[in-house]
Protein backbone atom coordinates (compact mmCIF):
# COMPACT_ATOMS: atom_id res chain seq x y z
CA UNK A 1 0.00 0.00 0.00
CA UNK A 2 1.45 3.56 -0.86
CA UNK A 3 -1.54 5.50 0.43
CA UNK A 4 -1.66 6.09 3.69
CA UNK A 5 -4.65 7.10 5.27
CA UNK A 6 -5.84 8.44 8.67
CA UNK A 7 -8.04 6.45 10.77
CA UNK A 8 -9.49 7.85 14.19
CA UNK A 9 -8.47 5.42 16.82
CA UNK A 10 -8.44 5.10 20.75
CA UNK A 11 -6.11 6.81 23.12
CA UNK A 12 -6.61 6.78 26.94
CA UNK A 13 -4.27 9.18 29.12
CA UNK A 14 -3.82 9.61 32.80
CA UNK A 15 -1.85 12.48 33.26
CA UNK A 16 -2.67 12.54 37.19
CA UNK A 17 -3.90 16.36 38.26
CA UNK A 18 -1.80 15.99 41.37
CA UNK A 19 1.39 16.16 39.98
CA UNK A 20 1.94 19.67 40.96
CA UNK A 21 0.97 18.99 44.69
CA UNK A 22 1.80 15.46 45.61
CA UNK A 23 3.55 15.58 48.67
CA UNK A 24 6.70 13.31 48.35
CA UNK A 25 8.19 13.84 44.90
CA UNK A 26 8.56 9.99 42.89
CA UNK A 27 11.26 8.62 41.46
CA UNK A 28 13.08 10.73 38.74
CA UNK A 29 10.12 12.71 38.58
CA UNK A 30 9.57 16.83 38.76
CA UNK A 31 6.94 18.30 38.00
CA UNK A 32 8.32 19.65 35.16
CA UNK A 33 9.85 16.52 33.77
CA UNK A 34 7.06 13.69 34.56
CA UNK A 35 8.06 10.13 34.08
CA UNK A 36 6.71 9.24 30.80
CA UNK A 37 4.95 5.66 30.19
CA UNK A 38 3.59 4.85 26.74
CA UNK A 39 1.55 1.83 26.24
CA UNK A 40 1.27 0.57 22.74
CA UNK A 41 -1.17 -2.39 21.17
CA UNK A 42 -0.94 -3.55 17.95
CA UNK A 43 -4.24 -4.66 15.83
CA UNK A 44 -6.74 -3.84 18.65
CA UNK A 45 -10.17 -3.28 17.50
CA UNK A 46 -11.45 0.40 18.65
CA UNK A 47 -14.74 -0.98 20.82
CA UNK A 48 -12.54 -4.40 22.13
CA UNK A 49 -11.68 -2.28 25.66
CA UNK A 50 -14.65 -2.33 27.76
CA UNK A 51 -13.97 1.38 28.64
CA UNK A 52 -14.90 1.90 24.80
CA UNK A 53 -18.22 -0.50 24.82
CA UNK A 54 -16.10 -4.52 24.68
CA UNK A 55 -17.28 -6.88 26.33
CA UNK A 56 -13.62 -8.31 26.69
CA UNK A 57 -12.51 -7.97 30.21
CA UNK A 58 -9.97 -5.35 30.66
CA UNK A 59 -10.29 -3.58 33.69
CA UNK A 60 -7.10 -2.32 34.39
CA UNK A 61 -7.41 -0.28 31.02
CA UNK A 62 -10.89 0.75 32.48
CA UNK A 63 -9.74 2.05 35.96
CA UNK A 64 -7.10 4.09 33.52
CA UNK A 65 -9.60 5.40 31.23
CA UNK A 66 -12.31 6.17 34.36
CA UNK A 67 -8.54 8.33 36.45
CA UNK A 68 -8.09 10.02 32.62
CA UNK A 69 -8.98 11.17 29.82
CA UNK A 70 -10.55 8.96 27.06
CA UNK A 71 -10.14 11.05 23.17
CA UNK A 72 -12.16 9.88 20.21
CA UNK A 73 -10.83 11.79 17.58
CA UNK A 74 -7.14 10.68 17.82
CA UNK A 75 -5.58 9.15 14.62
CA UNK A 76 -3.12 7.27 13.45
CA UNK A 77 -1.55 6.48 10.06
CA UNK A 78 -3.32 2.61 10.01
CA UNK A 79 -0.72 -0.27 9.50
CA UNK A 80 2.26 -0.81 11.80
CA UNK A 81 5.20 0.50 10.41
CA UNK A 82 3.59 4.16 9.82
CA UNK A 83 1.89 4.65 13.02
CA UNK A 84 5.07 3.81 15.08
CA UNK A 85 7.38 6.01 13.11
CA UNK A 86 5.19 9.04 13.59
CA UNK A 87 4.61 7.86 17.18
CA UNK A 88 8.82 7.88 17.83
CA UNK A 89 9.08 10.45 15.89
CA UNK A 90 6.19 13.27 16.12
CA UNK A 91 6.47 13.33 12.03
CA UNK A 92 4.52 12.16 9.29
CA UNK A 93 5.73 8.80 8.51
CA UNK A 94 6.97 9.93 5.48
CA UNK A 95 9.40 12.24 6.62
CA UNK A 96 10.97 9.52 8.74
CA UNK A 97 11.57 7.22 6.25
CA UNK A 98 8.40 4.96 6.78
CA UNK A 99 5.96 5.87 4.45
CA UNK A 100 5.11 1.86 3.67
CA UNK A 101 6.09 -1.43 5.74
CA UNK A 102 9.58 -2.22 5.81
CA UNK A 103 9.03 -5.61 5.75
CA UNK A 104 10.21 -7.76 2.77
CA UNK A 105 6.89 -8.08 1.10
CA UNK A 106 7.01 -4.20 0.72
CA UNK A 107 10.21 -4.23 -1.32
CA UNK A 108 9.50 -4.21 -4.84
CA UNK A 109 6.76 -0.91 -3.58
CA UNK A 110 10.13 0.12 -2.14
CA UNK A 111 12.31 0.34 -5.24
CA UNK A 112 9.99 1.22 -7.46
CA UNK A 113 9.37 4.47 -5.72
CA UNK A 114 13.13 5.21 -4.69
CA UNK A 115 12.68 7.54 -2.57
CA UNK A 116 13.99 8.28 0.74
CA UNK A 117 10.56 8.55 2.19
CA UNK A 118 9.97 4.53 1.52
CA UNK A 119 12.98 3.17 3.55
CA UNK A 120 13.35 -0.45 5.21
CA UNK A 121 14.51 1.44 8.19
CA UNK A 122 13.09 4.77 10.35
CA UNK A 123 15.85 7.71 9.10
CA UNK A 124 18.79 8.29 10.58
CA UNK A 125 18.09 12.01 9.81
CA UNK A 126 15.10 12.10 12.17
CA UNK A 127 15.64 11.79 16.17
CA UNK A 128 13.37 9.69 18.12
CA UNK A 129 11.46 10.40 21.25
CA UNK A 130 13.86 8.22 23.20
CA UNK A 131 17.40 10.14 21.53
CA UNK A 132 15.59 13.61 22.56
CA UNK A 133 14.61 12.87 25.88
CA UNK A 134 17.59 10.83 26.91
CA UNK A 135 19.85 13.72 25.62
CA UNK A 136 17.64 15.94 27.82
CA UNK A 137 18.58 14.03 31.41
CA UNK A 138 15.84 10.95 30.60
CA UNK A 139 16.48 7.44 31.29
CA UNK A 140 14.63 5.39 28.46
CA UNK A 141 13.74 2.00 27.94
CA UNK A 142 11.45 0.01 25.73
CA UNK A 143 9.80 -3.95 25.51
CA UNK A 144 7.82 -5.72 22.96
CA UNK A 145 7.47 -5.06 18.92
CA UNK A 146 10.12 -2.40 16.92
CA UNK A 147 8.80 -3.25 13.39
CA UNK A 148 11.33 -0.20 12.12
CA UNK A 149 14.07 -1.75 10.97
CA UNK A 150 15.52 -5.44 11.12
CA UNK A 151 19.24 -5.01 10.76
CA UNK A 152 21.53 -2.85 12.93
CA UNK A 153 22.34 0.01 13.19
CA UNK A 154 18.47 0.20 13.25
CA UNK A 155 17.39 -1.70 16.63
CA UNK A 156 15.94 -0.09 19.60
CA UNK A 157 19.46 -0.04 21.15
CA UNK A 158 20.91 2.17 18.56
CA UNK A 159 17.90 4.87 18.45
CA UNK A 160 17.95 6.38 21.68
CA UNK A 161 16.74 3.40 24.14
CA UNK A 162 19.30 2.17 26.86
CA UNK A 163 17.63 -0.64 27.49
CA UNK A 164 15.48 -2.81 25.69
CA UNK A 165 13.91 -6.26 24.69
CA UNK A 166 12.22 -6.44 21.43
CA UNK A 167 10.60 -8.69 18.46
CA UNK A 168 12.59 -6.91 16.08
CA UNK A 169 9.51 -7.67 13.23
CA UNK A 170 6.24 -7.53 12.84
CA UNK A 171 4.94 -10.93 14.27
CA UNK A 172 6.20 -13.98 16.36
CA UNK A 173 5.22 -16.88 18.00
CA UNK A 174 3.66 -15.90 21.09
CA UNK A 175 5.58 -19.17 22.62
CA UNK A 176 8.57 -18.27 21.37
CA UNK A 177 9.48 -21.43 19.23
CA UNK A 178 7.17 -22.71 16.59
CA UNK A 179 6.50 -21.77 13.35
CA UNK A 180 6.81 -17.72 12.49
CA UNK A 181 4.61 -15.15 11.11
CA UNK A 182 7.11 -16.40 7.62
CA UNK A 183 5.87 -20.24 7.79
CA UNK A 184 9.59 -21.27 9.33
CA UNK A 185 9.67 -23.17 12.14
CA UNK A 186 12.49 -20.80 12.91
CA UNK A 187 13.38 -18.78 16.60
CA UNK A 188 11.19 -15.30 17.23
CA UNK A 189 13.63 -12.60 15.73
CA UNK A 190 13.94 -10.96 19.06
CA UNK A 191 16.73 -9.07 20.71
CA UNK A 192 18.13 -7.89 23.94
CA UNK A 193 19.94 -4.40 24.15
CA UNK A 194 22.12 -5.04 21.38
CA UNK A 195 22.43 -8.63 20.64
CA UNK A 196 20.35 -11.60 19.25
CA UNK A 197 18.13 -12.88 21.85
CA UNK A 198 16.68 -16.72 21.82
CA UNK A 199 13.33 -17.14 24.05
CA UNK A 200 13.63 -20.43 26.82
CA UNK A 201 11.91 -23.11 25.19
CA UNK A 202 9.37 -23.75 27.60
CA UNK A 203 7.42 -21.11 29.40
CA UNK A 204 7.75 -18.52 27.43
CA UNK A 205 4.65 -16.26 26.44
CA UNK A 206 5.70 -12.97 25.04
CA UNK A 207 2.79 -10.87 26.51
CA UNK A 208 4.17 -11.93 30.01
CA UNK A 209 7.47 -11.48 28.97
CA UNK A 210 7.22 -8.34 27.66
CA UNK A 211 5.11 -7.24 31.02
CA UNK A 212 7.99 -8.70 33.19
CA UNK A 213 10.70 -6.86 31.47
CA UNK A 214 8.56 -3.17 31.68
CA UNK A 215 7.97 -4.35 35.41
CA UNK A 216 11.68 -4.84 36.39
CA UNK A 217 12.83 -1.92 34.51
CA UNK A 218 10.61 0.25 36.22
CA UNK A 219 11.31 -1.51 39.39
CA UNK A 220 14.88 -0.43 38.72
CA UNK A 221 13.97 3.43 38.56
CA UNK A 222 13.53 3.65 42.52
CA UNK A 223 15.56 5.94 43.90
CA UNK A 224 16.48 7.27 40.52
CA UNK A 225 17.64 11.17 40.52
CA UNK A 226 16.17 10.89 36.61
CA UNK A 227 12.53 10.70 35.00
CA UNK A 228 12.29 8.11 32.57
CA UNK A 229 10.50 7.22 29.35
CA UNK A 230 9.34 3.91 28.37
CA UNK A 231 7.46 2.62 25.43
CA UNK A 232 5.54 -0.60 26.18
CA UNK A 233 4.66 -2.17 22.47
CA UNK A 234 2.87 -5.25 23.31
CA UNK A 235 2.00 -7.30 20.30
CA UNK A 236 -1.21 -8.39 21.00
CA UNK A 237 -3.59 -8.91 19.82
CA UNK A 238 -1.69 -8.99 16.06
CA UNK A 239 -1.84 -12.42 14.91
CA UNK A 240 -1.18 -15.63 14.88
CA UNK A 241 -4.01 -16.48 17.52
CA UNK A 242 -1.98 -17.47 20.40
CA UNK A 243 -3.06 -17.52 24.32
CA UNK A 244 -2.27 -19.81 27.14
CA UNK A 245 -5.25 -22.32 27.43
CA UNK A 246 -6.54 -21.36 30.57
CA UNK A 247 -7.37 -17.72 29.14
CA UNK A 248 -9.12 -19.06 26.15
CA UNK A 249 -11.23 -21.57 28.14
CA UNK A 250 -12.67 -18.55 29.66
CA UNK A 251 -14.46 -17.15 26.91
CA UNK A 252 -15.01 -20.16 24.73
CA UNK A 253 -18.78 -19.89 23.50
CA UNK A 254 -18.97 -16.30 24.43
CA UNK A 255 -18.76 -15.40 20.87
CA UNK A 256 -21.79 -17.76 19.98
CA UNK A 257 -23.99 -15.00 19.48
CA UNK A 258 -22.00 -14.12 16.33
CA UNK A 259 -20.40 -10.96 14.91
CA UNK A 260 -23.94 -9.52 13.79
CA UNK A 261 -25.75 -9.06 17.27
CA UNK A 262 -22.34 -8.70 19.37
CA UNK A 263 -21.49 -5.41 16.96
CA UNK A 264 -24.94 -4.29 17.48
CA UNK A 265 -24.45 -4.23 21.40
CA UNK A 266 -20.78 -2.91 20.99
CA UNK A 267 -22.58 0.13 19.12
CA UNK A 268 -25.17 0.89 21.60
CA UNK A 269 -22.44 0.95 24.39
CA UNK A 270 -20.09 3.33 22.51
CA UNK A 271 -23.60 5.59 22.61
CA UNK A 272 -24.53 4.93 26.07
CA UNK A 273 -21.17 5.94 26.90
CA UNK A 274 -21.44 9.13 25.08
CA UNK A 275 -17.85 7.80 23.24
CA UNK A 276 -20.35 7.94 19.69
CA UNK A 277 -23.56 9.80 18.30
CA UNK A 278 -26.64 8.68 19.60
CA UNK A 279 -27.76 9.07 16.27
CA UNK A 280 -24.65 7.20 14.40
CA UNK A 281 -25.84 4.61 12.18
CA UNK A 282 -23.93 1.27 12.24
CA UNK A 283 -21.77 1.05 9.08
CA UNK A 284 -23.14 -2.08 7.14
CA UNK A 285 -21.62 -5.60 7.09
CA UNK A 286 -18.84 -6.05 4.83
CA UNK A 287 -19.86 -7.60 2.11
CA UNK A 288 -17.75 -10.68 2.50
CA UNK A 289 -19.28 -11.18 5.83
CA UNK A 290 -22.08 -13.44 5.05
CA UNK A 291 -25.06 -13.00 7.96
CA UNK A 292 -24.39 -14.69 10.59
CA UNK A 293 -27.45 -16.70 10.88
CA UNK A 294 -26.38 -18.41 7.33
CA UNK A 295 -23.31 -19.72 8.75
CA UNK A 296 -23.05 -23.69 9.49
CA UNK A 297 -22.87 -24.96 13.26
CA UNK A 298 -19.52 -26.43 12.54
CA UNK A 299 -18.40 -22.61 11.39
CA UNK A 300 -19.78 -20.86 13.93
CA UNK A 301 -17.65 -22.91 16.44
CA UNK A 302 -14.91 -22.42 14.95
CA UNK A 303 -15.34 -18.58 14.24
CA UNK A 304 -16.03 -18.77 18.22
CA UNK A 305 -12.72 -19.83 18.74
CA UNK A 306 -11.08 -17.81 17.04
CA UNK A 307 -12.71 -14.47 18.80
CA UNK A 308 -12.82 -16.24 22.36
CA UNK A 309 -8.63 -16.61 21.50
CA UNK A 310 -8.39 -12.97 20.12
CA UNK A 311 -10.11 -11.72 23.37
CA UNK A 312 -7.55 -13.84 25.95
CA UNK A 313 -4.88 -12.11 23.84
CA UNK A 314 -6.16 -8.61 25.08
CA UNK A 315 -7.28 -10.18 28.40
CA UNK A 316 -3.97 -11.15 29.09
CA UNK A 317 -2.44 -7.53 27.47
CA UNK A 318 -4.80 -5.99 30.32
CA UNK A 319 -3.74 -8.28 33.57
CA UNK A 320 -0.14 -6.82 31.82
CA UNK A 321 -0.84 -3.44 31.91
CA UNK A 322 -2.41 -3.79 35.89
CA UNK A 323 0.95 -5.32 37.00
CA UNK A 324 3.25 -2.47 35.34
CA UNK A 325 0.92 -0.15 36.95
CA UNK A 326 1.24 -1.51 40.27
CA UNK A 327 4.76 -1.52 39.72
CA UNK A 328 4.74 2.52 39.26
CA UNK A 329 2.87 2.26 42.53
CA UNK A 330 5.37 -0.04 43.83
CA UNK A 331 8.01 2.35 43.87
CA UNK A 332 5.58 6.07 44.56
CA UNK A 333 5.63 7.15 41.07
CA UNK A 334 1.95 6.63 40.17
CA UNK A 335 1.12 10.43 40.67
CA UNK A 336 3.89 11.53 38.98
CA UNK A 337 3.62 9.46 35.75
CA UNK A 338 2.13 10.68 32.33
CA UNK A 339 0.54 7.27 31.19
CA UNK A 340 -0.46 7.21 27.34
CA UNK A 341 -2.59 3.62 25.70
CA UNK A 342 -3.55 3.52 22.05
CA UNK A 343 -3.25 1.76 19.13
CA UNK A 344 -1.19 1.40 16.13
CA UNK A 345 -4.18 0.55 14.08
CA UNK A 346 -8.17 -1.33 14.73
CA UNK A 347 -8.46 -4.99 14.18
CA UNK A 348 -6.60 -6.68 11.27
CA UNK A 349 -8.59 -7.83 8.19
CA UNK A 350 -5.94 -10.14 7.33
CA UNK A 351 -6.52 -13.99 7.81
CA UNK A 352 -3.14 -15.52 8.00
CA UNK A 353 -3.21 -19.46 7.96
CA UNK A 354 -0.18 -20.68 8.47
CA UNK A 355 0.12 -23.73 11.10
CA UNK A 356 1.69 -26.55 12.06
CA UNK A 357 -0.35 -29.47 10.88
CA UNK A 358 -2.41 -31.27 13.41
CA UNK A 359 -1.83 -27.75 15.63
CA UNK A 360 -4.73 -26.70 18.08
CA UNK A 361 -5.79 -23.28 17.02
CA UNK A 362 -4.95 -20.94 19.82
CA UNK A 363 -1.70 -23.23 21.34
CA UNK A 364 1.56 -23.40 20.32
CA UNK A 365 1.42 -26.75 21.45
CA UNK A 366 0.81 -29.44 18.12
CA UNK A 367 -0.46 -32.00 20.75
CA UNK A 368 -3.91 -32.10 19.71
CA UNK A 369 -5.87 -32.62 16.34
CA UNK A 370 -9.00 -30.25 16.32
CA UNK A 371 -11.02 -29.51 12.80
CA UNK A 372 -11.07 -26.09 13.28
CA UNK A 373 -6.94 -26.11 12.87
CA UNK A 374 -7.45 -27.80 10.14
CA UNK A 375 -9.31 -25.00 8.26
CA UNK A 376 -6.97 -22.30 9.80
CA1 LIG B 1 -0.61 -3.10 13.73
Known amino acids: ?22 PLRSPGATAARPNILIIFADDLGFSDLGCFGGEISTPNLDRLA ?64 AEVLRASGYRTGMTGKWHLGYERPHWPADRGFERSFTVLEGAMNYFGHGMQHTGKIVKAPMALNDQ ?30 QPFFFYLAFNAPHWPLHAPAEDIARYRGKYRDGWDVIRTRRHQRLIDLGLIDARSEMAPRPETMPAWETIPAPQKDDWDLRM ?52 TLGLASPSKVTGSAARM
Do not use: W
Open 1 to 22: MTMISAHRYLIILTCVAAMMSA
Open 196 to 225: PFTPPREGFFSTDAFTDFAVNYIGDQRGST
Open 66 to 129: ADGVRLTQFYNTARCCPSRASLLTGLHPHQAGIGNMVDEYARKVREQLASPAYADRLSVQTPTI
Open 308 to 359: SIYAAMIDRLDRGVGRVLASLRAIGAERDTLVIFLSDNGGAPESPRRSLPGA
